[in-house]
C-alpha cells in the first residue's frame, strides 16, 4: 500500500527557494529581549496572551544573542550602554535584523541630552523604526509585520555578506 | 525643631562654631570644610546610625564658593533627621572621605566625583560610578554643555540626516 492510497491525493505545490527560505525566516524568528525602559513593559504585553506575539512565529523571546535573528531595542540606550548593544549585536548569527521600539530608541526621543544615544542607529543599522512612547503592543506588532514584509523581498543575490 | 534634636543642634553649634538654619522643621547646620570628619564622627556618635543622602549643589556663577556638599543623616533609633552643608571651592574641590565613618559614602562620593568633579581625599577607590570609565568633563556642572542635538522636522530633515552618524553593518 502506498503513501497515497493512506493520504489521498497529496498534490505539488511549486515555489522558488527564495520563497520557501524567507518564509521559514518569517515564521520562526527569534528576537532577543532588549528591554531598557518602559517599552520594554509593552513588549512583555506583546508576549503575553491578550496580544499573543507568537500568532506570528515570535513565541521565544531568547536571553542570548547566539540563539536570536532580531533585536527589539525597547527603551532608551545611554552612552554607557551602546557597546554592550553593539557587542551583543555582533554576536547575533546572520541573518539579524533590528527593529528601533519607541521614540527613544529611535531618536533619542525626550530626552535630548548628553547621556542618550540620539537613536539606536549611530551604534546598530536599524530596519523598522516603531513610533510612540511608549508604542502599544499593536504597534509593535505592526512594526514586525512590516520587517516580514522586507524580509520577504530579500533576494539572495542582493543579501550582505 | 524637634524637642529631641534641639539638644543635639545645640551640642554641635557648640563643638563647630557651626551655625544652624531651620526651614520648615529641618535642620541644616553649616559646617566649614576642613571639620567636615570631625562633624560626621560627632553625628556618628549621637545617634544617627544612616547617612540617608549624600549630595552637592552647584551655584555657579552666583555664588562664591561654587559648591555646597550635602550631608542627609537619619537617627532611625530617634527618628530624626539632620543635614550639614559643608561649601567648596570651584578650583580643584576638594573634601576628606566619610566612608571609613559611613560605609555607604564610598559610593556617594564616587558619584559626586563623577557628576561634580569633587575629590575625596583618602578616598580608597575614587572611579567614575555612572558615566563611562573614559568620559570626559562632569555632567551636573552648570557650565558643562547639555549635548544637545537639533531635532528634525520635515523643513530640515534631509539637511540633519546627512551628517547623522549613521551605524554601517
Known amino acids: ?161 | 525643631m524637634d524637642k529631641n534634636l534641639q539638644p543635639i543642634v545645640e551640642k554641635l553649634e557648640k563643638e563647630l562654631g557651626a551655625t544652624a538654619t531651620e526651614y520648615r522643621g529641618d535642620v541644616s547646620l553649616s559646617v566649614p570644610a576642613e571639620k567636615i570628619t570631625a562633624a560626621c564622627q560627632a553625628v556618628h556618635g549621637l545617634g544617627f546610625e544612616l547617612l540617608s543622602a549624600m549630595t552637592a549643589v552647584d551655584y555657579w556663577p552666583q555664588e562664591t564658593p561654587r559648591f555646597h556638599v550635602v550631608y542627609e543623616f537619619t537617627s532611625v533609633s530617634m527618628n530624626l533627621r539632620l543635614c550639614l552643608r559643608t561649601p567648596v571651592p570651584g578650583v580643584s574641590p576638594t573634601l576628606p572621605t566619610i566612608s571609613g565613618i559611613y560605609r555607604n559614602a564610598n559610593w556617594r562620593e564616587r558619584e559626586l566625583w563623577d557628576m561634580f568633579g569633587i575629590k575625596f581625599a583618602g578616598h580608597p577607590d575614587l572611579r567614575r560610578i555612572l558615566m563611562p570609565a573614559d568620559w570626559e568633563g562632569h555632567p551636573l556642572r552648570k557650565d558643562y554643555p547639555l549635548g544637545y542635538e537639533e531635532p528634525q522636522f520635515t523643513f530640515n530633515f534631509e539637511e540633519i540626516n546627512l551628517r547623522k552618524p549613521y551605524a554601517k553593518e
Open chain 1, 1 to 161: 500500500m502506498g503513501v497515497e492510497q493512506k493520504l489521498g491525493n497529496m498534490g505539488i505545490a511549486t515555489t522558488t527557494l527564495e520563497q520557501a527560505v524567507a518564509w521559514s525566516r518569517t515564521n520562526a524568528m527569534w528576537p532577543m529581549l532588549f528591554g531598557l525602559a518602559c517599552c520594554a513593559i509593552e513588549m512583555m504585553s506583546a508576549q503575553a496572551s491578550h496580544y499573543d506575539m507568537s500568532r506570528f512565529g515570535m513565541e521565544l523571546m531568547r536571553p542570548s544573542p547566539r540563539q536570536s535573528d532580531l533585536m527589539i531595542v525597547a527603551g532608551r540606550v545611554s552612552r554607557k550602554m551602546a557597546p554592550v548593544l553593539r557587542r551583543l549585536y555582533d554576536q547575533m548569527p546572520e541573518p539579524k535584523w533590528v527593529i528601533a521600539m519607541g521614540d527613544c530608541a529611535s531618536c533619542g526621543g525626550v530626552f535630548n541630552n548628553y547621556a542618550i544615544m540620539q537613536g539606536v542607529d549611530e551604534v546598530v543599522p536599524v530596519d523598522v523604526y516603531v513610533a510612540g512612547c511608549p508604542p502599544r503592543p499593536e504597534a509593535l506588532i505592526h512594526g514586525v509585520l512590516t520587517l516580514y514584509e522586507k524580509v520577504k523581498g530579500i533576494k539572495f543575490a542582493e543579501e550582505k555578506k
